[in-house]
């Protein structure tokens, strides 16, 4: 077993301890995984995805949280000065980490520049109870709707997207249908707008991504194709050339998906539906690419080099620490990384433009630490720190 593969088991004795449930459907997942690939299912015993990136293994729990394990001979990034918030304070924000119920939650989405979409998310089983409208100026919460798990439930409400006055969102059932639900940002009733038949003959565990755009709720399942159904409910459409494919950021969707088939390095072929342009990354002899967003691309050089540069393999820009993220600089800026001498000390934001950084202030539990969360769009960083819940709106530093 490699140093890598110790440290990785050890994070996952502790994010079983640590995870408030398993992820929408992975029971079903788990059990089809075990019957078709008996030698992998020891792997996923409370983390929705393992992804291995640079010297260190991240581990993605429920809710987007996640934990990131780094052998002390990882090749950290230098420690940040100073606190994120002395660095970029016009982005940082300190609120509860609880509802007004004393619940613990989590923001999800903006629903405009002031007012973040939170849920709240309880019991041993870690199901979403509520969605709220919090006034980020005021501080003042506003409950919008309860969200139901109708008999049958093992997939909690996960998927969260606004538009067009509407919260959205997705639910999965045992019996491998998805139904997409939507309650208006004012209040109400939720409802049922549609359901979808999952794949029950691959590893597929639902949704892997969700977006209302124009009057529609999109969305892409894990085993591929993406579709649309009306926010006021109606029949489900494939879109054309979806098929196979997987939603980055409407009107972008490409392929292979994070999880899904084919394997290989998530969206390495992007189109635009709405225009028909394609995009395909530019991979150079020795090295690998790790993920890619729309327009940037992360990965290492063949002399194990992180770098960051443009899909088509322009404007590279190396830099000198091991990585630590599952997803492209937001803002295709900023990006995680732990740093330390010899081990994990804390983790930092670093700026891929202006070179600043800014620790987050988060302690490290030997081995492993926690990582923030982000929203869809890449906006948004979270993490909780005792009783607090820190907010980063990236979309504030210049």
Known sequence: MTEVEETLRRTLGHAAEQAPGLPALLPQRLERMHRRRR???????????????????????????????VPASGREAEAPAEQVDKVWPEAVRKVSAKSPD????????????????????????????????????????????????????????????????QVAWWTGTKDSVAHLWTVPLDGGTPKIVADQRLDTTDDGSGIDGLAVVNGKIVFSLYTGGVFTVPLGGGT??????????????????????????????????????????????????????????????QGRTAEGVAFFRHRDGSSQKDVPRSVHSSNVPTQDRFYLSTFGEGRIEG???????????????????????????TDPTGRLLSYTLGDDLYLIDLSRIR
């Not at 291995?52 to 394990?69: C, E, F, N, Y």
């Not at 989590?106 to 969605?131: E, H, N, W, Y």
């Open 102 to 165: 004393g619940v613990p939650w989590r923001p999800q989405t903006f629903i405009d520049d002031r007012t973040l979409l939170m849920k709240t998310q309880g019991g041993r089983s870690g199901s979403t109870d509520a969605v709220y409208a919090y006034d980020l100026d005021s501080g003042t919460p506003r409950k919008i709707a309860d969200v139901p798990a109708p008999k049958g439930t093992v997939g909690f409400g996960s998927g969260f997207a606004v538009g067009g006055g």
């Open 39 to 69: 030698q992998r299912a020891r792997i996923a015993l409370a983390a929705a995805a393992v992804v291995l990136v640079g010297a260190g293994a991240t581990t993605v729990l429920r809710g987007g949280d996640t934990i990131t394990a």
């Open 236 to 297: 489900v459409e494939a879109v054309q050339g979806g098929a196979g494919m997987h939603l980055l950021a409407w009107p972008w969707i490409g392929a292979p998906g994070r999880g899904g088939e084919p394997r290989g390095m998530p969206y390495a072929r992007i189109q635009n539906v709405e225009t028909g342009e394609t995009r395909t990354a530019v991979t150079n002899p020795g090295e690998e690419l790790r993920y890619c967003g729309v327009t940037i691309c």
């Open 347 to 373: 983790v930092g934001l670093y700026d891929l433009d202006t070179d600043k950084s800014g620790d987050l202030g988060i302690p490290s539990k030997g081995d492993w630490i926690s990582m923030p969360s």
